[in-house]
């Protein structure tokens, strides 16, 4: 059986006409080869690392060069991954909520060196050390989900800040990097309390809905969703179904969104715009923030991106799992490159994946323009 899905120009009538607005005119010899080479690498992956389903998008300059499924988004119903198929975010969503966070600085609503006491008056005493900024780039002293947190319990978004609030600072603020998703859930509420909007319909309004991004938005497992993907893991080699949560844990600003390629293509057209942001918010948020003493941090974290050099070319980029899913989106900045990896498997490696599909597409753009 062949599992592979994508748009084609040689499908007749309406849909070939409907499918066709999200394809590029064909391409260079080199370019064909170039696609040949990553699908039948994406395609030995999935069969090394067991990923039931996986989707690719490729684009250049905001444009889509490739988009394209593989493989299963349901195993027992045995339906194939298209470029519609919807995933969920994991920490990629993070992106999204830091975007929201510096619309309300470009507003004026808040600012980045405000301590976090300005919106959460009953906080502990320590949380005036700590800035958005560093709630944004990880550098606040916030932590992780405590070991015995309850993902089973339907919590509230109060319960939740009275948990974040319960927990000491792990470090003094400005002075270490720490992946934190309770800062970014904070971070959510902190949008919830400026605009009087649940985040996530903020994101809705000012993001997916400008953009034309229709099937991104809040988890909802109990929503008919179409297209929706189901997640996987492994355990003792056999393929399982995703572990379930409650419903509150699943809305929360520290990613918890679902997408297709195609809405993240429209995400990744955008940022070279100002649509959303002004070019200097864009810049501060893909710039390494610093520390307390001068220095960025050691991670080269942003607001919600990592940035960093890989074999000379500037990147910017995020994983993320989450229940059975696993995410990569690699935007390579001087080459106009993008790469997005979308899986449901929760021991699958797709920022692995997205750096060799560069690699393939990078490599046969030096090729030719050798020729040239």
Request: aromatic share 10%; hydrophobic share 40%.
């Given at each position: 059986?062949?599992?592979?899905?994508?748009?084609?120009?040689?499908?007749?009538?309406?849909?070939?006409?409907?499918?066709?607005?999200?394809?590029?005119?064909?391409?260079?010899?080199?370019?064909?080869?170039?696609?040949?080479?990553?699908?039948?690498?994406?395609?030995?992956?999935?069969?090394?690392?067991?990923?039931?389903?996986?989707?690719?998008?490729?684009?250049?300059?905001?444009?889509?060069?490739?988009?394209?499924?593989?493989?299963?988004?349901?195993?027992?119903?045995?339906?194939?991954?298209?470029?519609?198929?919807?995933?969920?975010?994991?920490?990629v969503g993070k992106q999204f909520t830091a975007t929201a966070v510096m619309m309300l600085v470009e507003e004026g609503k808040v600012g980045l060196d405000d301590p976090l006491t300005n919106f959460f008056p009953d906080a502990p005493a320590t949380w005036k050390e700590v800035t958005v900024r560093e709630l944004l780039s990880h550098t606040g002293g916030f932590g992780d989900y405590p070991e015995k947190f309850d993902f089973r319990k339907d919590w509230t978004e109060n319960e939740l800040l009275k948990l974040v609030e319960g927990i000491p600072l792990a470090y003094p603020p400005g002075t270490k990097w720490e992946y934190s998703n309770l800062g970014f859930l904070t971070l959510g509420i902190?949008?919830?309390?400026?605009?009087?909007?649940?985040?996530?319909?903020?994101?809705?309004?000012?993001?997916?809905?400008?953009?034309?991004?229709?099937?991104?938005?809040?988890?909802?497992?109990?929503?008919?969703?179409?297209?929706?993907?189901?997640?996987?893991?492994?355990?003792?080699?056999?393929?399982k179904n995703q572990e379930w949560v409650a419903p509150m844990v699943n809305t929360t600003a520290d990613g918890s969104l679902y997408f297709s390629i195609l809405d993240l293509a429209?995400?990744?057209?955008?940022?070279?715009?100002?649509?959303?942001?002004?070019?200097?918010?864009?810049?501060?948020?893909?710039?390494?923030?610093?520390?307390?003493?001068?220095?960025?941090?050691?991670?080269?974290?942003?607001?919600?991106?990592v940035t960093g050099q890989r074999h000379g070319h500037r990147v910017i980029s995020h994983d993320g799992a989450w229940q059975g899913f696993k995410t990569a989106v690699a935007r390579y900045i001087d080459d106009q490159l993008t790469v997005v990896v979308l899986t449901n498997l929760a021991e699958a490696k797709p920022g692995e994946i997205a750096q060799h599909v560069v690699d393939i597409y990078l490599s046969d753009a030096k090729s030719a323009a050798g020729k040239h």
């Open positions: 059986m062949n599992l592979r899905c994508k748009y084609s120009p040689l499908i007749p009538g309406l849909v070939a006409i409907a499918l066709a607005l999200f394809l590029l005119p064909r391409f260079s010899a080199q370019s064909d080869a170039a696609q040949e080479a990553a699908g039948n690498y994406v395609r030995e992956e999935m069969q090394r690392q067991h990923i039931p389903g996986l989707a690719l998008l490729v684009s250049q300059g905001g444009k889509i060069v490739r988009a394209e499924g593989f493989g299963l988004a349901n195993v027992e119903l045995q339906v194939p991954v298209k470029p519609e198929t919807v995933f969920q975010s994991g920490s902190l949008i919830h309390r400026v605009t009087g909007e649940f985040y996530g319909d903020f994101l809705q309004q000012r993001i997916f809905q400008p953009l034309g991004m229709q099937t991104t938005r809040i988890i909802s497992e109990a929503d008919i969703v179409p297209n929706r993907a189901a997640g996987y893991r492994l355990v003792k080699g056999e393929l429209k995400w990744d057209a955008a940022l070279y715009t100002e649509k959303l942001l002004k070019r200097s918010s864009l810049d501060q948020m893909w710039t390494p923030a610093k520390l307390k003493n001068g220095q960025p941090n050691k991670d080269g974290y942003g607001f919600g991106w």
